[in-house]
T-cell receptor
């Protein structure tokens, strides 16, 4: 089954404690991205990757890092989380042939 | 970069009525326009998309229209049902450039 997976689905942490949210896709998509979703602000792109070892900033990259060492994985790293990073995070992958974008199930992060 | 505006932010209709959600985009080079539906607590899911070489596309009760000159596109849902209640997002991008820019979302409520 074609899918995008994320882990963990829920996470409560404290300010400054480094965390990683994993994302994996099994569709062999080249393009992957991370979004955060906040009430009234829609889906805002954090980072994206057009291929292995190729990443670039989206609209709201401050406080986040990503890496793309393998085509299927695109982890999101928060080196020193702060309360304003409390949000719902979605990973997505996109087909370069159809443009169709698929979202992961989401990770609800709370930073105390 | 691309900017997508979406209206209205909330929409309440009676079951069986039609619903229309409108989006405008700023970059005349955009040529791919998907619509996503997000049910409460779930991931956004693609429901229909349209490319700039087509003016209208239909899929059962859902249709999307595109006016390239005016740079706007709309989602039309006919014979609405309670299960259509969700948040709907429009998006725009350029094929070959992998970023989808999303509108801020429309919360549709279908009253039984």
């Amino acid at each position: 089954e074609a899918q995008v997976t994320q882990n963990p689905r829920y996470l409560i942490t404290v300010t400054g404690k480094k965390l990683t949210v994993t994302c994996s896709q099994n569709m062999n998509h080249e393009y992957m991205s991370w979004y955060r979703q906040d009430p009234g602000l829609g889906l805002r792109q954090i980072y994206y990757s057009m291929n292995v070892e190729v990443t670039d900033k989206g609209d709201v990259p401050e406080g986040y890092k990503v890496s793309r060492k393998e085509k299927r994985n695109f982890p999101l790293i928060l080196e020193s989380p702060s309360p304003n990073q409390t949000s719902l995070y979605f990973c997505a992958s996109r087909s370069t042939s159809t443009d169709t974008q698929y979202f992961g199930p989401g990770t609800r992060l709370t930073v105390l | 970069g691309e900017n997508v505006e979406q209206h209205p932010s909330t929409l309440s209709v009676q079951e069986g009525d039609s619903a229309v959600i409108k989006c405008t985009y700023s970059d005349s080079a955009s040529n791919y326009f998907p619509w996503y539906k997000q049910e409460l607590g779930k991931r956004p899911q693609l429901i229909i998309d349209i490319r700039s070489n087509v003016g209208e596309k239909k899929d059962q009760r859902i249709a999307v229209t595109l006016n390239k000159t005016a740079k706007h596109f709309s989602l039309h849902i006919t014979e609405t049902q309670p299960e259509d209640s969700a948040v709907y997002f429009c998006a725009a991008s350029i094929t070959g450039r992998r970023a989808l820019t999303f509108g801020s979302g429309t919360r549709l409520q279908v009253q039984p």
